[in-house]
T-cell receptor
Framework: GNSVTQMEGPVTLSEEAFLTINCTYT??????LFWYVQYPGEGLQLLLK?????DKGSNKGFEATYRKETTSFHLEKGSVQVSDSAVYFC???????????FGTGTRLQVFP | EAQVTQNPRYLITVTGKKLTVTCSQN?????MSWYRQDPGLGLRQIYY???????DKGDVPEGYKVSRKEKRNFPLILESPSPNQTSLYFC???????????FGSGTRLTVV
């Protein structure tokens, strides 16, 4: 069935380091792909999305490219800040239903 | 401000006492969903609705009910709560399948 697999955390980085959080998916057909971010005590916020192969989603310095050949949607940022500390969720959206399938989340901790 | 509003934010209740968590959105979105978030399991969909009077089961619907009598409201009903329903619950809404969801701030439910 459809699923999303994320790297386990926590990911611990120093400020200004390069960030990669891996995400791969299994799906029938071509889902939309999303990254959501959850700051402590808050709900999830949509960070970026891509709706078809080779699309690149970007927002707030974060980027992810929809790679059909590797079924991946890795999240990257060139220089992280302490304020980026949060839990990041990769998700796919099925076109035949209204269902978002989430990965288990990756906690990012950025230290000054 | 465009938002999804859930109430209450925190709730402690006893086993078997019926409760309702309300959810309202002011964006005229057609799609609405309920998710629960549990450590190590990520987010799992409970129910979703693609329009007024149209609802369907997600991955973990047992023990829950929903209704969609108006476009803006999508309450989650626990007729007889049990301790295994202790969780963090999120309501979300979306304009369409590829747009991405807007999430509420969450309801932390404890059933003792």
């Amino acid at each position: 069935g459809n699923s999303v697999t994320q790297m386990e955390g926590p990911v611990t980085l120093s400020e200004e380091a390069f960030l990669t959080i891996n995400c791969t998916y299994t799906a029938t057909g071509y889902p939309s792909l999303f990254w959501y971010v959850q700051y402590p005590g808050e709900g999830l916020q949509l960070l970026l999305k891509a709706t078809k192969a080779d699309d690149k989603g970007s927002n707030k310095g974060f980027e992810a490219t929809y790679r059909k050949e590797t079924t991946s949607f890795h999240l990257e940022k060139g220089s992280v800040q302490v304020s980026d500390s949060a839990v990041y969720f990769c998700a796919q959206g099925r076109r035949d239903t209204d269902k978002l399938i989430f990965g288990t989340g990756t906690r990012l901790q950025v230290f000054p | 401000e465009a938002q999804v509003t859930q109430n209450p934010r925190y709730l402690i209740t006893v086993t078997g006492k019926k409760l309702t968590v309300t959810c309202s959105q002011n964006m005229n979105h057609e799609y609405m969903s309920w998710y629960r978030q549990d450590p190590g399991l990520g987010l799992r969909q409970i129910y979703y609705s693609m329009n007024v009077e149209v609802t369907d089961k997600g991955d973990v619907p047992e023990g829950y009910k929903v209704s969609r009598k108006e476009k803006r409201n999508f309450p989650l009903i626990l007729e007889s709560p049990s301790p295994n329903q202790t969780s963090l619950y999120f309501c979300a809404s979306s304009r369409d399948r590829d747009y991405g969801y807007t999430f509420g701030s969450g309801t932390r439910l404890t059933v003792v």
